[in-house]
């Protein structure tokens, strides 16, 4: 059967990067390696929106986070940290693992995080070096307004603002120097659009000069490595080469279609799963929905995982389930990278019939029908996502730089 992949990473990868992975092998310290890693040293500043180097890191999204962390503080230090979901409490435990002193800022999953919240909190924590932030909260769904908070935090103390974008940046708007965000980070296996195996870290002026102080152990993620071999468009340490030579062709599918069409397009795919469930009877669980994943709450005798399930098994369709205690709950379907709509159509089209499949004559049957007027109408969701794709452009976007 064919497959369809619709998690929050790994995510599609498109036919010209699949081929550029089955290259022959080249060196890493040879001229053709490094015009390629020069030419996605330059993408990736288009990418982040930012003026600084981009370290590439050969691991996944959760070494670049650990490297932000290492690079940054020093045992003892404390920092604040958003805990909304697993990724967010993620932060925590790498920081309690470091003796940094962790101080999180709970937030409800799927609910919104509050910029008074986080003023309050830098307010009554003036020590703490740094903020943890998660834009797109993978396991809920869900998107804080990353401008605003950073906002909030830097007119309010001097705490540097980190983010994981992993499965943000290709998808959301984020503009790293324009923000005043201090470190970003990201993946290669969600907006990137490639195999998991790379991540990517950028630091601002403000964060290099506290990496100078920083006095955690690191070896394999001292960035002060990285930034000194970039200048001759070098890595530290054996890169996954193949996964560059990948990346290349990514970067290049990405600046062909541009940021702000990326963004726009996400915005569109997102909607449409959103309004496609909803008129199927399934509610978005996030109150504040991220374009990069949906996470839908499961009606009343509906088993998320039984769901999934079929989708999978009669539908080749791969969708991610609920983590901790939203197991069963809720089902997340990304709509991430290399994802068109027509491929939307595909997951809400499944979506339907394997609801119907599902409940069969069942109770739900009867209170999804209830909800949608006239019978379970397998196909409503189609219709309502058609509807979404058409629609105008809702946001358009302003980049601060083109680097043409
Ligand atoms: C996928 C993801 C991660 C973890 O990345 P790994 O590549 O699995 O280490 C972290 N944060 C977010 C928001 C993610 O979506």
Not at 100 to 129: D, F, Q
Not at 232 to 241: F, L, S, Y
Not at 276 to 297: D, I, Y
Request: a neutral charge.
């Amino acid at each position: 059967m064919k497959q369809r992949l619709f998690t929050p990473g790994p995510t599609p990868i498109p036919e010209e990067v699949l081929s550029a992975l089955s290259r022959p092998i080249i060196h890493h310290r040879q001229a053709d390696f490094k015009e390629i890693f020069r030419r996605t040293c330059t993408e990736l500043k288009y990418l982040f929106q930012t003026k600084e180097d981009v370290v590439t890191l050969t691991a996944s999204g959760t070494g670049a986070m650990e490297a932000a962390v290492v690079n940054l503080l020093s045992s003892g230090d404390s920092a604040i940290y958003v805990d909304g979901g697993k990724f967010g409490e993620r932060w925590g435990h790498i920081l309690k693992q470091y003796s940094v002193t962790p101080i999180p800022i709970k937030v409800e999953w799927g609910s919104v995080l509050e910029a008074e919240t986080v003023r309050e909190t830098v307010l009554k924590h003036p020590k703490a070096k740094a903020v943890f932030l998660t834009h797109s909260e993978s396991s809920t769904g869900t998107a804080i307004d990353l401008k605003r908070i950073s906002e909030t935090v830097n007119n309010s103390s001097k705490a540097l603002i980190v983010v994981d974008g992993i499965s943000s940046i290709g998808a959301l708007e984020v503009q790293m120097d324009a923000w005043g965000i201090d470190v970003l980070i990201t993946g290669s296996q969600k907006g990137l659009m490639i195999p998991p195996g790379l991540s990517f870290i950028a630091f601002s002026q403000r964060a290099r000069e506290a990496a100078r102080t920083s006095r955690l152990p690191k070896f394999y993620f001292d960035l002060e490595r990285a930034w000194e071999t970039v200048k001759e468009m070098q890595t530290p340490w054996t890169p996954a080469i193949s996964l560059i030579v990948g990346l290349d062709v990514a970067l290049q599918m990405i600046r062909q279609e541009g940021l702000q069409d990326i963004w726009i397009r996400h915005d569109r795919l997102a909607h449409a799963v959103r309004e496609g469930s909803a008129a199927l009877g399934l509610e978005t669980f996030s109150k504040s929905p991220s374009n990069s994943v949906t996470a839908l709450l499961m009606p009343q005798g509906i088993d998320g995982e039984a769901l999934r399930s079929q989708l999978r098994k009669k539908h080749g369709i791969i969708v991610a389930g609920g983590q901790d205690h939203l197991k069963g709950k809720v089902i997340r379907i990304a709509h991430l990278g290399h994802v068109d709509n027509l491929d939307i159509i595909a997951v809400v089209a499944a979506l339907g019939m394997a609801v119907e499949e599902c409940v069969g004559g069942s109770d739900p049957a009867a209170s999804l029908s209830a909800r949608s007027g006239t019978g379970f109408d397998p196909g409503a969701g189609v219709k309502a996502a058609l509807r979404e794709l058409s629609k105008p452009v809702r946001h358009r976007f302003e980049l601060e730089y083109s680097y043409q």
